[in-house]
């Protein structure tokens, strides 16, 4: 089982960038596929990002295109994603995930299996 740890959360004003981390311990995430996804105060947890495993294809919610970057290092067993242009619409608490199953990509939440605490990104008007 992996072990999922966000950081670079924090209080941006609006128009502001992050950039968030998620580093994983437990196992090597070079063959899976990685997402991102957050929860807004009395939302539902959405789709933010995903990419496929050897860095390849990437995707993103509507909301967050031309805005948002995901990336990974599979030296350093790290996921990333970088955040421009921030909205006081995007304040939520981000969320790095992971499949448990190799090779499968998913952009539901119920397809990952691994979550780890989020990282709270907070943007002021």
């Known amino acids: 089982q992996v072990q999922l740890v966000e950081s670079g959360g924090g209080l941006v004003q609006a128009g502001g960038s992050l950039r968030l981390s998620c580093l994983a311990s437990g196992r090597t995430i070079s063959n899976y596929a990685m997402g991102w996804f957050r929860r807004a105060p009395v939302k539902e947890r959405e789709f933010v990002a995903a990419i496929i495993c050897s860095g390849g294809s990437t995707y993103y919610a509507d909301s967050v295109k031309g805005r948002f970057s995901i990336s990974r290092d599979d030296v350093k067993n790290t996921l990333y994603l970088q955040i421009h242009n921030l909205r006081p619409e995007d304040t939520a608490v981000y969320y790095c995930?992971?499949?448990?199953?190799?090779?499968?990509?998913?952009?539901?939440?119920?397809?990952?299996?691994?979550w780890g605490r989020g990282t709270q990104v907070t943007v002021s008007s």
């Open positions: 995930a992971a499949p448990d199953a190799t090779f499968v990509f998913t952009t539901t939440t119920e397809g990952y299996d691994n």
